[in-house]
């Protein structure tokens, strides 16, 4: 089970200023140019040692975010610097709050790797992933689902089929689509119901059979489907919204 939908644990020292802060900066508490407050400061807001508060603070930094400078402090990094392939950076921009700009560049991401993906999962998926898939496909039309649920299953469906491309690279943008399919969860949080649940399974049982065909643009396609209507979707639930 992934993060998002498993029950809430305690969190590390560590793991908490990573996050508090890590989202203060993308969510423009801390303006890009701007110094953080000094070790001390910090240290006393998270209540937390000075090492956890520096290890931390590497941690930020390996994600583009801060960059430390002798004598003159932690300084927020251009958001370009920003690594935008990092689950925990997209996490916080979807809690931080996105517009349908930024959806569309998440989609034009998706639409250059995940299709692509379905390609090479047409070409080298054994009969074993291919047999996995359906049944992730199928039992994404379950009438029981909640609308978390079928999110938890669409999830698993697009990280199994990543694996299934038998490209290690592919594999390791899964962190990337996590975040992007949770974000999108959050966002629209809306009852699914049996007509949608019947379309999201149709889809993704699409992809399989093109899969289980070896046609690597039926795969590409079909799935350029299923990420095009689910743009679609959300932004009209997000102009529904105001």
Do not use: C
């Not at 993060?3 to 890590?22: A, D, I, W």
């Not at 039992?139 to 990280?159: I, K, N, P, V």
């Not at 289980?212 to 299923?226: F, I, P």
Request: aromatic residues 6%; hydrophobic residues 50%.
């Amino acid at each position: 089970m992934w993060p998002f939908f498993q029950p809430p644990r305690k969190r590390t020292s560590h793991r908490l200023v990573v996050e508090e802060l890590g989202q203060a900066v993308v969510a423009g508490e801390f303006a890009v140019g701007a110094i953080l407050p000094g070790d001390v400061e910090l240290a006393a807001r998270f209540n937390v040692s000075r090492t956890v508060l520096r290890e931390a603070m590497k941690t930020l930094a390996a994600k583009g975010l801060v960059v430390a400078r002798a004598r003159i402090g932690t300084r927020v990094m251009p958001r370009a610097s920003w690594n935008l392939f990092d689950g925990d950076v997209l996490t916080w921009h979807f809690r931080a709050g996105v517009d349908e700009e930024f959806l569309r560049h998440v989609t034009e991401v998706r639409l250059a790797l995940e299709p692509y993906a379905a390609g090479l999962a047409a070409r080298r998926a054994t009969d074993a992933d291919i047999s996995h898939m359906m049944r992730l496909a199928v039992a994404m039309g379950d009438a029981g689902h909640s609308a978390q649920t079928l999110a938890r299953a669409d999830l698993e469906f697009h990280l199994r089929l990543l694996e299934a491309s038998l490209n290690p690279f592919m594999q390791t943008v899964g962190s990337l689509i996590e975040a992007a399919l949770m974000g999108v969860f959050r966002l629209s949080n809306a009852a699914a119901d049996g007509a949608e649940i019947d379309r999201v399974a149709v889809a993704h049982i699409r992809i399989v059979e093109e899969i289980r065909l070896r046609n690597e643009e039926g795969a590409r396609s079909a799935m350029e489907h299923v990420i095009g209507v689910g743009q679609q979707q959300l932004i009209a639930h997000l102009r529904a919204r105001g």
